[in-house]
């Protein structure tokens, strides 16, 4: 009866994935995050804070120091405004992986959420797709309002600046994903240091204070394989007007790594919850 009840919306997946992993419910997911965040409002705006602090510590501490950098296309622009958007980026990645790792953990090892849902319709992937839908959106929430925040300080020069948020959504949905994956090995709240330990450096050798050209050639490659550099890159592209065809590339790059995170996931899942 399951599968006859199942929407018909989704049809394509039902038919590519194996039978009990997804049932086109993964909405009720999403919903379930609204309602539990919606009595704890305080976790989005201390999200939006942070890197807005980061932001103002720039823009009235080394911002006085350093007054201009090489941007893209090798135009001179302000150092705030090339911080800025990596500051974005950054933003949407805490956001995403805070959801798609803490709470998942939570959720798995100690509450047994996805145990209840799964004697329902509901399928792994359902799960998957659903709290990684969530982490995009709080992702999202992040993005406008940090570039609210850019738009008053007027750090927004160009039109091409609004696709900002759809490339921060993106970040979004590939932190989300591959940390959700992550969060599936995962054993004992201490191990949650291990994902301050990738974050961190993401965060700081990303080039998001300096450019990639600062590197010695070897960091450089490594650095060049980060997710959160690519989001930058084609952040701080948009943000001034500088387009390239390397954005595609950017955008290739953290689409695959996002849909592999989320095939991964829901594999995980698979194994762990319907043994």
């Known amino acids: 009866m399951a599968v006859l009840d199942r ?5 394509l ?4 994935l194996p039978a009990g992993m997804y049932s086109g419910r993964a909405s009720a997911l999403v919903e379930r995050s609204m309602l539990v965040y919606s009595r704890a409002w305080l976790l989005f705006v201390s999200g939006i804070c942070e890197p807005f602090f980061y932001l103002l510590a720039v823009q009235f501490g080394l911002g006085k120091l350093v007054t201009q950098v090489v941007g893209p296309g090798g135009h001179p622009i302000s150092y705030v405004a090339f911080v800025a958007p990596a500051m974005l980026a950054s933003s949407a990645m805490n956001g995403a992986v805070f959801d798609s790792t803490f709470g998942v953990f939570f959720k798995v090892r100690y509450a047994k959420t996805y145990d209840a849902m799964l004697a329902t319709p509901i399928g792994p992937f359902d799960i998957a797709l659903g709290e990684i839908s969530w982490a995009v959106i709080r992702g999202g929430i992040y993005a406008v309002a940090f570039f609210g925040v850019m738009a008053a300080m007027g750090l927004v020069v160009t039109p091409w600046a609004i696709l900002i948020v759809p490339a921060a959504i993106l970040v979004a949905f590939t932190f989300a994903a591959v940390g959700m994956a992550c969060s599936t090995f995962l054993r004992s709240p201490s191990q949650f240091d291990l994902v301050q330990l990738a974050l961190v450096p993401l ?9 990639l050209t600062v590197y010695p050639h070897a960091l450089r490659i490594v650095v060049e394989c980060s997710p959160l550099y690519h989001g930058v ?21 953290l689409l695959a790594l996002a849909l592999f995170g989320l095939y991964a996931t829901s594999r995980r899942l698979g194994s762990l919850l319907l043994r």
Not at 13 to 16: E, I, N, S, V
């Open 203 to 211: 965060f700081l050798f990303s080039a998001t204070f300096y450019p």
């Open 13 to 16: 997946l039902l038919r590519m």
């Open 233 to 253: 890159e084609l952040m701080r592209g948009l943000s001034v007007g500088v387009l390239s065809p390397g954005m595609f590339g950017h955008v290739a790059y």
């Open 7 to 11: 929407p018909k919306r989704g049809g």
